[in-house]
């Protein structure tokens, strides 16, 4: 169950480059999209209690639910939803935690394993058997992206990129 980023493209005729767009008009308009997948994205991962195998993780401390957020690339031509460890969650006491162990959302995502039996010696054959521990959850991010609707993705995009074209012999070939 990997990460399946959305991947949409756009191809320019010939007079038309990326240079015609005004980047604070795109950036704009992609964080209003950034900041709606990710309200959807927090509420998949808001049920409280333990999840399931398969199903959306559940909510305990909200970390998790918190750091679903967006980040609108420095370019401006894209926006990625994720958990990001950033404000609220890099403020929380467990920021020690993520520093020694990692940040735990790819480990709820993708499940993990145990350790792997030892046959050096006695002490190390107490050690479980490899298997997975935590089955993998569903991927509140993605599932977000696609209860956006692609549809409606490619609407607010092409209205993004129509108000952001600067003015110039492209603007005047649109009207």
Not at 3 to 25: G, W, Y
Not at 28 to 39: A, H, L, N, Y
Not at 45 to 59: E, L, N
């Amino acid at each position: 169950m990997p990460l399946e980023p959305l991947r949409i493209q756009a191809k320019f005729a010939a007079p038309m480059l990326f240079s015609d767009f005004d980047k604070k008009t795109l950036k704009k308009g992609f964080t209003k999209i950034g900041k709606d997948v990710s309200k959807i994205a927090r509420k998949l991962a808001g049920t409280p209690g333990v999840s399931k195998a398969g199903a959306f993780p559940g909510k305990q401390s909200g970390i998790l639910q918190k750091s679903l957020t967006y980040k609108v690339s420095r370019s401006g031509f894209s926006v990625g939803i994720r958990p990001y460890a950033k404000g609220a969650v890099r403020k929380a006491k467990l920021s020690e935690v993520f520093k020694e162990r990692g940040f735990y959302p790819a480990f709820v995502i993708y499940g993990h394993t145990a350790p792997k039996k030892s046959k050096r010696d006695k002490k190390h054959a107490r050690q479980s058997a490899s298997g997975k521990v935590a089955k993998p959850r569903a991927n509140p991010a993605v599932e977000a992206a696609k209860a956006y609707g692609q549809s409606r993705f490619h609407a607010e995009v092409a209205k993004i990129l129509e108000s952001a074209f600067k003015p110039g012999p492209i603007r005047s070939l649109l009207k």
